[in-house]
């Protein structure tokens, strides 16, 4: 009988392993097929595909090799990173620079894999620009690289900053200790292999299983809306929350005295990073969310805590350290942190939540089309979602719950029911609000990302439920799995129309979004039958096609500064130390001189620059639009100065052209009729250079005395 059951498991451990090269074949056809610059792909699913067929003759050396790679972890990937960084490898859209501007250098060729995504513009318009910025500024608190009254770079995205601060900025060490090229590899390569680190210790914690935990972790770090959002500040939030979770629960649960001082250190430096990160909408959820799940887990593990002194002085210790460094901050910023919450945009807005309909419980289909194709009806950012099956979850929590008593467990449950009620609330939140005095008890009224607060807690939930059904395998009926699937299935079905995108739709059809409905349906009911190892390789396919393939893999940062542009625009202000300059008829062409140390005065301003505008509107007439973080267009006109609006995060400034001369412009960059204008109205516009690819010139400007 034995070896009848020992051989349908070898049979059905052939057939996952034949079933997954399968489904490595097709992934990586597509990715070939339909992906842009993924010749680089074949030779990687090539060794995946290797790999896992030698499963069939190599199992046990393969998992000999998976245990030394969890054992030696943290060696492997300081090696990994610190040759990434060597050579220089990020995964930043600056190539969209190079299609705008050229290339000085033809030869010069930066994206080996991908291609830059336009859509991410805060993350190569705004956020790159001001952190090579700040090398020019000697890496101070404030700078006025991008405006008149200077700006608080912390504020600023968390720019590198010379201050306290840094020790919860790990990040960008890279910027302060080896300036742009290595800091921009720096930034990319610690966010995700320090993330998948953290990922593992997280997931360890929350199932007590290596494999699962390091499955859990890959698929959580490459998860679509963690790479469309990775930078500059959203993915920041998910790390220092998770991070906070882990370092919380040894805090509680180590013995040894050097383990605590660690723990003490590593919690100083968490909760400066999480705090320092200014993001209330996910902050504020996510906060409390792991919060929750910690205090659950130690419920759990209770007998692990080290209650005493020592704890005591550890919390003391902690709370004074982390209060000295966020009080130290707060005191040098606190004119910008003010200036900041009394913006227009994005200033203080009271979120009620019942703006998300049934479909936003969901995953959201479009996620695997939006690395290859651009979506019409929004954007691939804002649709992109976590993967999981939260809904499935939810419904077998009961079934799992009674098992887990029928089985007399001595394992509790408080962790699910801790996630239980999380999912509930969110859902409650999102799909049909609270009263304003409920979301200001709950602080839920800083809450506008809710749907990705929930998509964490539905991934996480998922991961706990496939670890529970697999410690309950023995009680688990396929029978009850295939009910609960279909009604998943069913509801997922009726609601994911709200998910369908006009311009995807025309390419994939309908039928798609019904299919990747069955195809998450179908991984759920896998975990309930003997063949539940297949839920594994489909849903890292799945994370596969919709997240590691949304940012490209790009080589150094010559897409910066290999422009003619740049070249001639860096030599005429090393010519003319603290010459200002202005550029008009682009939202581009500012940032990319502010990257390369060019003063500008209509770069990118989190808060309004007073000094500027007060000096163009003494009357403040425009305040409510330029008293927001916004990107600038500027257009000369020999009309008064006005502003219109154009987005909530951009407006234009028609500005008179004798109001340069009020501003102290030295440099404009700007096409032929603006310089005839420029000249027309006494202001000597002198061509320094001729910008082919832009169609403009730069200029230099002298005014008429008195």
């Not at 792909?41 to 998976?66: D, G, H, P, Y």
């Not at 690395?371 to 691939?380: I, K, R």
């Not at 003997?530 to 590691?548: E, K, Q």
């Not at 257009?635 to 008064?640: G, Q």
Request: aromatic share 16%; proline share 4%; charged share 15%.
């Amino acid at each position: 009988m034995n070896r009848v059951k020992q051989k349908r498991t070898v049979d059905r451990c052939r057939v996952e392993i034949l079933f997954t090269d399968i489904l490595i074949l097709l992934i990586g056809f597509v990715t070939l097929q339909y992906y842009p610059n993924s010749s680089l792909s074949f030779w990687v699913f090539a060794f995946v595909f290797l790999v896992n067929t030698s499963r069939i003759w190599a199992e046990k050396q393969i998992k000999v090799l998976f245990e030394y790679l969890i054992r030696y972890r943290y060696l492997i990937s300081i090696i990994v990173f610190f040759v990434l960084v060597i050579c220089q490898i990020n995964g930043s859209s600056i190539g969209i620079f190079d299609q705008q501007f050229g290339k000085a250098d033809e030869g010069v060729i930066t994206e080996w894999f991908g291609k830059a995504r336009a859509i991410r513009s805060d993350e190569w318009n705004v956020q790159v620009p001001y952190f090579f910025s700040q090398y020019y500024n000697s890496y101070q608190l404030n700078s006025d690289f991008m405006s008149m009254s200077p700006q608080n770079m912390i504020i600023g995205y968390n720019s590198p900053v010379l201050d306290f601060t840094l020790i919860g900025k790990p990040f960008i060490w890279g910027y302060i200790l080896f300036g742009n090229s290595v800091g921009l590899s720096w930034y990319w390569c610690s966010k995700i292999i320090l993330y998948l680190l953290v990922g593992f210790e997280m997931f360890r914690i929350l199932t007590r299983s290596d494999y699962l935990a390091l499955f859990s972790s890959v698929v959580l770090v490459f998860s679509p809306v963690l790479q469309w959002w990775l930078a500059p500040h959203m993915y920041q939030v998910f790390f220092w929350a998770s991070t906070l979770f882990v370092v919380g629960y040894y805090f509680f649960t180590v013995q040894s005295i050097q383990k605590k001082i660690l723990f003490s250190i590593l919690a100083i430096c968490s909760l400066t990073g999480f705090v320092i990160a200014i993001f209330p909408s996910l902050q504020v959820g996510l906060g409390l969310l792991m919060l929750v799940l910690l205090i659950a887990q130690l419920i759990q593990d209770k007998h692990s805590i080290q209650w005493g002194r020592p704890l005591i002085y550890q919390v003391i210790a902690v709370i004074v350290v982390t209060g000295a460094v966020l009080g130290i901050f707060i005191v040098e910023s606190h004119e910008a942190i003010s200036l900041l919450n009394n913006t227009v945009y994005p200033g203080h807005r009271v979120s009620l939540g019942g703006t998300y309909g049934i479909h936003s419980l969901f995953t959201n289909p479009s996620v695997a089309l939006t690395p290859f194709l651009d979506p019409t009806d929004s954007n691939a950012c804002e649709m992109s979602t976590f993967n999981h099956l939260g809904v499935l979850c939810f419904i077998t929590f009961p079934y799992l719950a009674i098992l887990n008593r029928k089985a007399n467990s001595e394992k509790p449950m408080a962790v699910g029911y801790a996630l239980m009620g999380a999912i509930l609330i969110e859902s409650l939140f999102m799909v049909i609000g609270f009263p304003e005095f409920l979301a200001k008890l709950t602080l839920f009224s800083y809450i506008n990302r809710m749907d990705m607060v929930y998509g964490f807690t539905a991934f996480l939930l998922t991961i706990w439920s496939v670890n529970q059904i697999h410690q309950l395998r023995k009680y688990i009926s396929w029978r009850t799995g295939l009910l609960i699937s279909v009604v998943f299935a069913v509801i997922y079905v009726l609601t994911v129309n709200s998910y369908v995108d006009t311009g995807l739709r025309g390419v994939v059809g309908r039928k798609f979004y019904y299919l990747v409905c069955f195809l998450f349906a179908f991984m759920g009911f896998v975990l309930f039958t003997n063949w539940r190892r297949l839920f594994f390789p489909m849903f890292a396919c799945w994370t596969v096609i919709s997240g590691m393939l949304v940012n490209p893999v790009v080589v150094g940062v010559e897409s910066i500064t290999n422009h003619d542009l740049v070249i001639e625009g860096q030599k005429l202000a090393s010519e003319n130390p603290g010459s200002r300059w202005i550029t008009t008829n682009s939202l581009t062409t500012q940032e990319l001189l502010l990257a390369n140390g060019i003063k500008v005065l209509n770069g990118v301003n989190f808060y309004p620059d007073l000094e500027k505008w007060h000096a163009i509107d003494p009357q403040g007439e425009y305040s409510d639009i330029y008293n927001r973080y916004a990107h600038i267009l500027v257009n000369l006109t020999p009309d008064p100065t006005n502003l219109k609006l154009l987005y909530p995060d951009a407006f234009q400034l028609n500005l008179n052209v004798n109001s340069l001369q009020t501003l102290g412009v030295d440099f404009i960059v700007c096409g032929k009729p603006e310089a005839d204008l420029l000249n027309s109205s006494g202001i000597n516009a002198e061509e320094m250079f001729f910008d082919e690819h832009l169609n403009q010139s730069i200029y230099k400007l002298n005014y008429r005395e008195g």
